[in-house]
């Protein structure tokens, strides 16, 4: 059963409360400054003080098993604090994941019963020095060990990198190529032959343990092996992103808040020019609304794939990299522009949203690059666009066009246009044959998921209006107020959609047949400039949401 709204609340209080005590900005600079990980403050997170490992870990391995939707809250809440520490969690359950899905029943009750039960912390060693994301060309080897011709263990050599609470785990969950294939490997702190570097110095999330990972023949036993079958370790990293890289996704929709949100209080009360920032059009616009709705975006996105996750579906990894990917480039754009919004002071350490800015970066790095997720996004939709000869797109903008009959103040009927666009891009990518260009294919990428991103924020639009949004879900903005977020949102996927996606066509060759006045026509380039009035009506709408303004 996912985790219910009364549950949900307090945890979330809880945790509020833990960081208010524990982990106030001073704080927070602190560990910054010197590099540090606060691994206690972590191992009392993940004990009986607060918990917060028993959500993470299904009901039927021990734990209280919170589901994608209340885990999508719970890590967002995590890294609003601090991206850093949030990542300690996380490398628990990133390493606990490939059990979760590969594991014996014996297995999972063996390890993920330790994880909820006593909070020991894991992590999860993928990464090599030559095998980023291209993890199929892993080098780390388990040799096998026999007695008597019967299989009794394994010997692993290899190294991995980049290893989040690589210095600090209890349990460590290891890729390595065994005969019959990548295979996961569980290994106890303090193996012989196991051995961790030096903390890495990095740009970010400096309240994270990373380090190098060095196996010189660890000796593990058979039954170390996840789902004690060989050669099932990429299909178990696989089977498992939908619900982590949305995990990261919701770190990025918290840190690109938390930044946010300072740069919004700060604007209330810093005057210019005779009157407060908060009430200038051409720095609210371009610097907090556009973010705001971006973000919201992301959110409507990520939790219908938490909702979906939670039913039961499976195979969501281009939905989990849609996610990760619109909420983290949304997260990391947003702390950017609240470094702007501060000027001179957000550039200084104590205001802390260039600290944001530094830890929100690498989720567009771990658990998949930016680039990665457009590759993702593109290869699969792609095959969905030719296997149903050019009309997915055509269907979703439909069922927008259905929606918008129903709430025509949610902005469906922008969407609608972004999703005739993109399926207009698409179709014409294929009859000149585009997307043998990996640019063409990875920018296709990128106006996939933003066409994604705008049909969700639109349906959230609607079902916040009609009543029927998850109880469970934030309300920060009230219907009238998300309406506006999503218009301007789907304005501007439209727009980008329209605009980028022409572009890239004419760039790559694929108007010389037609004309770019004619292609502009038929992805409909001059009704989606006609749907941009009214756009600074809405941005207006938007900031007096976000100021607490009654809007005029
Ligand atoms: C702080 C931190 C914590 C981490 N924690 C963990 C962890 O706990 N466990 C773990 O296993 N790993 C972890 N990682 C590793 C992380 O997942 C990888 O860094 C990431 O997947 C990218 O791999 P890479 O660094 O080797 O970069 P590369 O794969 O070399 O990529 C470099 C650049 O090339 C691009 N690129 C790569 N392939 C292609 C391609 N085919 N086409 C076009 N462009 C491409 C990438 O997008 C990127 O911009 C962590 C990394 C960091 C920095």
Known sequence: MPIDLETLEATLAALDDF????????????????DEFPEDL????????????????????????????????????LA?????????????FLGSEPISVGGTEVQRRQWLGRIAEHGILMAYGATEPAAGSDLAALRTVAERVEDGGKLVGYHITGSKQWISNGGVADLYAILANAPGGPTWFVIDKGTPGLTAGKPEDKHGIRASNTAALALDKVYVDADRVVGEVEGQGLLQAQAVFGYTRLMVAAFGLGAGWAALNRAIEYSKSRVQAGTPLAEKQGYTHKLIVPHAAR???????????????????????????????????????????????????????????????RDVRITTIYEGTSEIMEMTIARDRWQTHLKTRGQHYHDVAAALEVLDRRQPEAGASFAALAAHALAGVLERARVARLT???????????????????AAVVRRAVALAEG?????????????????????????????????????????????????????????????????????????????????????
């Open 295 to 357: 973000l919201e975006a992301a959110r409507a996105y990520i939790e219908e794939i938490g909702t979906r996750l939670d039913a039961g579906e499976d195979q969501l990894n281009t939905e989990g990299a849609i996610a990760k990917y619109l909420a983290t480039e949304a997260g990391n754009a947003a702390a950017d522009a609240s470094i702007q919004a501060l000027g001179g002071y957000g550039y200084t350490k104590e205001y802390m949203v260039e600290k944001v800015k």
């Open 19 to 34: 960081a208010r005590r524990n982990l106030p900005d001073a704080k927070l600079r602190e560990l910054d400054d010197k």
């Open 468 to 552: 029927t949004l998850d109880p469970r879900a934030p309300r920060r903005f009230d219907a009238t107020a998300m309406a506006a977020l999503a218009r301007v949102f789907a304005r501007e996927a439209a727009r980008k959609i329209g605009d980028e996606g022409l572009a890239h066509l004419v760039g790559a060759g694929g108007a010389s047949d037609g004309g770019c006045a004619e292609l502009a026509a038929s992805l409909g380039l001059p009704a989606i400039q006609r749907a941009q009035a009214g756009q600074l009506a809405d941005l207006d709408r938007v900031a007096d949401a976000l100021y607490g303004r009654t809007s005029a």
């Open 42 to 77: 972590v191992r009392r997170m993940c004990s009986d003080e607060l918990g917060i490992q028993l959500f993470f870990v299904p009901e039927k391995s021990g734990g209280l098993g919170a589901g994608s939707y209340g885990v999508y809250r719970i890590c967002e809440q």
């Open 80 to 92: 609003g604090v601090d991206v850093g520490i949030a990542t300690g969690v996380l490398a628990t």
């Open 436 to 454: 043998r260009h990996q640019h063409i294919l990875f920018r296709l990428g990128e106006l996939i998921a933003w066409c994604e991103g705008a």
